[in-house]
């Protein structure tokens, strides 16, 4: 695919965040390295950000989850009711509620601001290995080792019913955002791939050998990562299929987590006792950065929901969390403003085969205010390849094609080209077009 359109439009978003950016002064803390949280007795198995990202919610295996106040890094309360270690913790959506699952089988409500207990749900005696609320808040899901989904109402702790058929316990889910899929994984390393509002079972199939570890649902829906137990590698499935879209390796130990950033552009993924927390590029494939010291086992990495923190659980009892515009080069990095020179190397650094010097040079971009708005408007121009412009006007005339499956394709490559599809569509419509033309036309604006 000619990449020439997309990496316009994301330039294009560059100078946008650039016109805007107003550089706050670097965190000493965060300078040199991430801040760091303490207070656990034990591995910090899993993390959650509150939807506000003002509070980070832990669980560890020293029988406790935590309440973190995010701005000022301190703890705002220690959540005591498990009797086993702490596997599984997620916020609701609305942030009031917080989830916690554990080796003692029940699941656990608590008041996310002052971490009162509100609720112990009780299903079973068995370990509960995950947690998730769907995106509307209705249901707070719930798995483990009887291999059952159990759907509570976080508001009543009413459990409205079960999804049965799983072979083996359940070891992770995942619910896409719209809240009428979720995907879960076993210890027979199988995805079973559920339809919420029907109840019903669409597919099952194998994609570990070993443990399903780990999943996470792209941010669109269209995708999901899973990461396994014997295989080493992150696997990318169509939602609603089998189908195998790509994988990354470099890991060489068991994927333990995977946390796609808000945008989609990242995934996070943590190696378990290979010690490492990675990031790669969701477009390409490619590894940006590795984050890799001594602290042992490496279980759990989320993104903040601003996208600008990484937040993760370790072995050695301490939860780390960097700021990534400092870890990429990027607007909150408190570098001094760029001049010709940079700016002229970050150019060249768009076109070399390098994906983390390429991400930092567009984060650089996107912080370097007014400099970059000049430098890119010089060298940004109207598409003139041709060829380009050509597929550019193909795709738009096929919006009214009489094939069906052509419109499809047309509108979804349009969505794909990015804003650089933007004035000729616009000035399309202005003429005589037929109403299916116009529809996809505003399908295709509206997701820009």
Avoid at 73 to 85: D, F, M, P, Q, R
């Amino acid at each position: 695919m000619n990449r020439l359109p997309v990496l316009s439009s994301f330039l294009l978003g560059v100078l946008c965040v650039a016109r805007c950016a107003s550089a706050p002064a670097p965190n000493p803390s965060e300078a040199s390295g991430p801040v760091v949280l303490t207070g656990h007795e034990g591995l910090v198995r899993c993390l959650a950000y509150s939807p506000d990202g003002k509070t980070l919610l832990s669980g560890s295996h020293d029988d406790t989850a935590r309440l973190w106040d995010v701005p000022s890094h301190k703890e705002v309360a220690v959540l005591k009711g498990h009797e086993k270690k702490v596997l599984a913790v997620a916020f609701s959506p609305d942030g009031t509620i917080a989830a916690t699952a554990g080796g003692d089988g029940p699941l656990r409500l608590w008041d996310a601001r002052t971490g009162k207990l509100l609720r112990t749900l009780k299903h079973t005696a068995n370990p509960m290995h995950a947690v998730v609320f769907t995106s509307d808040g209705k249901y707070v899901v719930a798995g483990g080792q009887d291999g059952e989904l159990v759907f509570w109402g976080p508001a009543n702790g009413l459990c409205y019913f079960t999804l049965k058929g799983q072979e083996g316990q359940i070891t992770c889910l995942a619910i896409a955002p719209d809240a009428r899929t979720l995907v879960c994984g076993t210890t027979l390393g199988d995805l079973y791939v559920w339809d919420i509002p029907q109840q019903k079972l669409d597919l099952r199939f194998h994609a570990e050998d070993g443990y399903a570890h780990s999943l996470a649902f792209a941010p669109d829906g269209r995708t999901f990562a899973s990461g396994g137990g014997a295989q080493t590698s992150i696997k990318f499935w169509k939602s609603g299929s089998e189908v195998e879209l790509k994988g990354l390796e470099g890991h060489t130990r068991y994927v333990a987590s995977l946390s796609y950033s808000p945008d989609g552009k990242l995934l996070a993924s943590t190696g378990s006792s290979d010690g490492s927390v990675r990031l790669w590029e969701s477009s390409t494939g490619k590894e940006i950065a590795r984050l890799q010291e001594r602290w042992g086992f490496a279980m759990s990495a989320v993104f903040s929901p601003d996208g600008r923190k990484l937040a993760c659980g370790m072995e050695d009892k301490l939860i780390r969390i960097w700021d990534l515009d400092t870890l990429l080069g990027g607007a909150a990095s408190g570098r001094p403003p760029a001049d010709a020179k940079e700016l002229e190397n970050l150019w060249a650094s768009l076109g070399k085969e390098d994906a983390t010097g390429a991400y930092r040079a567009l984060q650089r971009f996107s912080g370097a205010g007014d400099a970059s708005v000049d430098f890119l408007a010089g060298r940004l121009k109207p598409v003139s390849d041709p060829g380009v412009a050509a597929l550019l006007q193909k795709r738009i005339q096929d919006l009214d094609h009489a094939d069906f499956e052509v419109r499809e394709e047309a509108t979804q490559a349009l969505i794909g080209m990015g804003l650089v599809v933007e004035a000729p569509l616009t000035e399309q419509m202005r003429e005589a077009a037929s109403e299916e033309f116009r529809i996809r036309a505003k399908t295709v604006l509206a997701s820009l």
